[in-house]
């Protein structure tokens, strides 16, 4: 760097002394592309001249009229003074030259700016991103002109990597009715998957598949039972079968309750978000800004059929539970009544408050105990089962009532229900038995 300024300054001395009278002059770094930082106004050689010549032994070398230097014998010493001079400037700029470049090694490209809270974000996808899969549903149809089997795509979803045994999570809608499932990871390889066990009543499934363990990122699992309302949130996943797409809100609303998609079973405790859950997003995690999970995107409020800005997820508390007991027997181990009730719009016209049973199985626990079904008479007039008013003594109003008390009670548990029977009240002692296995 320095032997370049050296040079750049003694070759500019030289185009001081043969450039034309008139011409202007300025100086660039010769080691650098750029315009130096070291860079002289243009200057009147016409003046400059003038001053030199003044240094001459013999002053009326000089012309007036033109300004041109007329160099005598004695003139000779000019060229050895200006050579000194421009020697003794380009040591002095050597000898500044390296505070000039280590200054200048601070200065770098700025990066594009964003705030704290966005690189927050931007971290938290990168980070999570590993972690979620795409599902898809696929479903056997045959030709009806070859009569080919074929396997055609039926719907799609999205899940997370539980742990490095390969377990994924997801929705129970999304995989329902699936002849195959293939999971895709977030490096685009893809994975047949097999069924592990599902939970219909709380939209919950689990699924393996035999991927190394290295390309398996189990998602962090957090707790569901401090959320605030306002907090943000985030949910990844798949809308609409695109790639990973990120969606922010904050959580607007607690203990929710909305119904499974495939037995209308209650869920209880439901989170409640503005972030956009759109179709394919179902199954994906929902995240804190901590980037662990609270809950499963499972479902929109959406009278219109677009993302309505009111988004349900599942708590993880209740996922947890039952991904394990999926994990560890392969179903989910509910307690149950054993009974067929009527809709709760048909025992509101009735004017009473309860849950009519219109079938009590007489191998099921109900039946068992001797709840009596509704029926039709001899002469085919509809006599009325028995209506549960309360469980445990725990007051029952619909059948989201019956099922909440329930999902409070374990397998073997003996309760007392009341009923109403014709004008008068019976209270009835039954134990609760697990739910058969669902195909």
């Not at 185009?15 to 070291?38: C, D, E, K, Q």
């Not at 997003?281 to 609270?294: A, K, Y």
């Not at 016209?349 to 219109?358: A, F, I, K, P, T």
Request: aromatic share 6%; hydrophobic share 40%; proline share 6%.
């Amino acid at each position: 760097m320095a032997t370049t300024t050296s040079c750049s300054l003694l070759l500019s001395s030289t185009l001081f002394l043969h450039s034309p009278p008139s011409s202007h002059l300025s100086f660039f770094n010769l080691s650098s592309s750029r315009s130096s930082p070291i860079s002289l106004y243009p200057i009147r050689s016409k003046r400059y001249f003038r001053i030199l010549s003044k240094l001459s032994l013999n002053d009326n070398n000089r012309d007036d009229d033109d300004d041109t230097l007329h160099f005598t014998p004695f003139s000779a010493v000019k060229p050895f003074f200006l050579l000194c001079t421009s020697v003794a400037l380009s040591f002095s700029l050597f000898a500044a030259s390296p505070a000039v470049e280590s200054a200048s090694a601070f200065v770098v490209s700025t990066p594009k700016k964003l705030q704290t809270d966005e690189l927050a974000t931007v971290r938290l996808f990168q980070e999570n991103t590993p972690s979620v899969v795409y599902i898809t549903n696929l479903a056997v149809r045959q030709d009806a002109f070859t009569l080919d089997v074929l396997e055609v795509p039926q719907g799609s979803g999205s899940g997370f990597v539980w742990d490095k045994q390969g377990h994924i999570v997801t929705n129970y809608h999304v995989i329902r009715g699936a002849s195959d499932l293939r999971v895709t990871l977030a490096d685009q390889t893809t994975f047949d998957a097999k069924v592990v066990g599902f939970d219909q009543d709380k939209d919950v499934a689990v699924l393996r598949i035999d991927a190394p363990k290295n390309k398996l990122r189990p998602i962090p699992v957090g707790v569901s039972a401090d959320l605030l309302v306002g907090q943000k949130v985030f949910a990844i996943g798949n809308p609409f079968g695109l790639d990973h797409t990120l969606t922010t809100g904050v959580i607007s609303g607690l203990r929710r309750e909305i119904s499974s998609a495939a037995t209308g079973r209650p869920i209880q405790d439901v989170i409640q978000t503005d972030a956009a859950i759109n179709p394919g997003n179902s199954g994906g995690p929902l995240l804190d800004s901590s980037g662990t999970l609270i809950g499963i995107n499972t479902a929109i409020y959406s009278p219109s059929g677009a993302s309505s800005g009111v988004g349900f997820s599942i708590p993880v508390d209740t996922v947890g539970g039952i991904v394990d007991q999926l994990v560890r027997f392969g179903k989910v181990t509910r307690p149950i009544l054993g009974i067929k009730f009527a809709p709760d719009q048909s025992v509101e016209q009735l004017g009473v408050s309860g849950v009519l049973v219109l079938d009590a199985p007489p191998s099921g626990p109900a039946g068992k105990a001797g709840l009596q079904s509704t029926k039709r008479d001899g002469y085919g007039r509809l006599v009325l089962g028995d209506i549960i008013t309360s469980v445990n003594g725990t007051k029952v109003s619909n059948g989201s009532d019956l099922y909440r008390i329930l999902d409070q009670c374990k397998v073997g548990d003996e309760v007392t229900v009341e009923v109403l029977r014709g004008d008068h009240k019976e209270k009835i002692s039954v134990t609760l038995e697990p739910k058969p296995d669902e195909s």
